[in-house]
């Protein structure tokens, strides 16, 4: 039952007694009303209801028949004025209704927890409380470009786990755990502090809500032991180096019926011989001449796992020069895929034969009235 549900029930106009009633008369009051409302005793009258209100009955008399439970009831609703309502409606609407969450007041984990065992198990049974699982960490390295387009791996996991001998009980082959005498079970205590009751891990049981008597030698009655297990992890496109992965569901297994934990999955990626990464885009340095860029050309690029394009290299084009290539980058989220960044770069040949030798000497004849560095000196005189 959710906290919501637990205050707005009254308990006392359910088994229509007074909020001063004695334990004699809320007995009395419950024995009455459920000779009348027995699913039994109901059977042929065709009361479809009565089976229902049989419910509401039991769960108002096992909190008020028990002295804890009533006293923490009673001060948890006059907390809030009794008959605690939670208001409806949606935030800045127009009936001036806001959304309200118990958990916002409180802090943390919700007023479950700030007034301890009310809203645990009723009726009293022992009711172990659920665990979620712890989160697990574990680092991978892929290529570049599994990095680029996704990647399927076995991910080798080493943790905390049930243990395989007495599996999960905690106790020696032969015997069971007994429900904690001091929590019955819930792992939680409740401590009064005046006006409300605090939750905390029960000291006997530590939290678990049984007891080993006869403890596994293997783990020592913690029902815990380290494992090893693979699992098969999908890294998606794109992903970037030093990038954390999470993975839900896929850490350590919860308690009770508790959810299990999440993987989060450091990556690192190995470089690349040829392309660079820059965002969504990926990079690449492509040698070239210099009569490619004094006359213009066009030039085979590269492309990751893909066939090579064709880049045209207009006359005059300065080394450095970066040509946007579209739709062969890296893939966003959104789906689409970035461009690849191509960086024009002069390679200076070391071998010249007496041809070349003789074509550059012609050429710097030509061009000797021209000094590239005369306007590089005049800006340095500058203040």
Do not use: W
């Amino acid at each position: 039952m959710s906290t919501k549900d637990y205050l707005e029930k009254d308990y006392y106009k359910t088994l229509g007694v007074p909020k001063t009633a004695k334990t004699a008369d809320i007995k009395k009051a419950y024995r009455d009303l459920a000779r009348k409302y027995h699913p039994d005793a109901n059977a042929n009258k065709g009361n479809a209801d009565a089976g229902e209100r049989f419910k509401e009955i039991t769960e108002a008399y096992n909190v008020l028949s028990d002295e804890k439970q009533r006293k923490e009831y009673d001060e948890a609703r006059s907390m809030f004025g009794g008959g605690f309502r939670v208001p409806t409606g949606t935030r800045g609407g127009a009936a001036g209704g806001s959304t309200f969450d118990l958990g916002d007041l409180f802090g943390g984990d919700g007023l479950g927890d700030v007034l301890g065992g009310i809203f645990r198990g009723r009726g009293g049974t022992a009711q172990s409380r659920a665990r979620r699982g712890a989160d697990v960490e574990t680092e991978t390295t892929l290529p570049f470009g599994d990095s680029i387009d996704g990647a399927t791996v076995a991910l080798r996991l080493t943790g905390e786990g049930p243990c395989p001998v007495c599996h999960g009980t905690g106790a020696k082959a032969g015997t069971v755990p007994r429900v904690c005498p001091d929590c019955q079970g819930t792992g939680q205590q409740s401590r009064n502090l005046g006006g409300f009751g605090m939750s905390e891990p029960c000291k006997t049981c530590r939290g678990r809500g049984l007891v080993v008597d006869d403890p596994c030698q293997s783990c020592s009655g913690s029902g815990r032991a380290m494992s090893s297990r693979t699992i098969q992890a999908r890294i998606p496109a794109g992903v970037a180096d030093g990038q954390r992965i999470r993975i839900p569901g896929k850490g350590a297994p919860g308690e009770h019926g508790g959810r299990n934990g999440d993987l989060y999955v450091r990556v690192h990626v190995k470089p690349h011989p040829v392309f660079g990464r820059n965002g969504d885009n990926l990079t690449v340095a492509v040698p070239v001449t210099i009569s490619e860029l004094a006359l213009g050309a066009e030039i085979k690029v590269p492309t990751h796992r893909g066939p090579a394009v064709t880049v045209r290299v207009p006359p005059g084009t300065p080394n450095g020069q970066v040509f946007r290539v579209p739709g062969r980058g890296v893939r966003k989220k959104d789906g689409t895929l970035g461009a690849l960044l191509a960086t024009v770069d002069i390679t200076v040949p070391q071998d010249l034969n007496s041809k070349a030798r003789s074509a550059l000497e012609d050429l710097r004849i030509a061009t000797s009235g021209t000094d590239p560095r005369e306007e590089l000196l005049k800006r340095a005189k500058q203040n």
